[in-house]
């Protein structure tokens, strides 16, 4: 990943969706139950991402420590989030039928996810000498103009 020297913003004004999805390794020692849950992710990226159509913008992968691991998806809206998780034609479904039957509520793997909705406008974005990365890597970068210190003026209230 090359450094893009500079202060930089994503290119995005539109309303979008942040999801956010994890596990927890609870037992490192019950590869099986975990290893299956941690490869059910890229099947549902590609998915996503040969489907323009299905409202998915693009994801970003995150360590949150050595147990942790979490995505950062951007989506157009919640109802294409939600009707990918839903449909049974897809990838998500089975994965989460596997992941009840295999682990359910033993406590070897935990997940997570946490969702947000944000108006257009109403997000920030700011990379200083940094690769692509979040919603940048998802929609393209360009330069940060203002100063330094006006995030409030970037981030538009519901007022204005």
Partial sequence: MSI??????????????VFVIG??????????????????????????????????????????????????????????????ARSRDRQHWPAWVAFNKAVGGDGTVGIFHETYAVDAGRHETIYA?????GLGKVSGITDATGSRNEARSRMKTSAE
Wanted: glycine share 8%; aromatic share 12%.
């Fill in 4 to 17: 893009i020297a500079g202060r930089k913003t994503a290119q995005f004004s539109g309303p979008l969706v």
């Fill in 129 to 133: 000498n940094m690769p692509a990365w």
């Fill in 23 to 84: 596990m927890r390794i609870n037992h490192f020692h019950k590869v099986g139950k975990w290893l299956p849950v941690l490869r059910a992710m890229p099947p549902m990226l590609e998915e996503l991402a040969k489907d323009p159509d299905s409202g998915f913008l693009g994801s970003q992968n995150m360590l949150a420590g050595p147990r942790q691991v979490c995505l950062l998806q951007y989506w157009r809206d919640f109802d294409s989030l939600e009707a990918y």
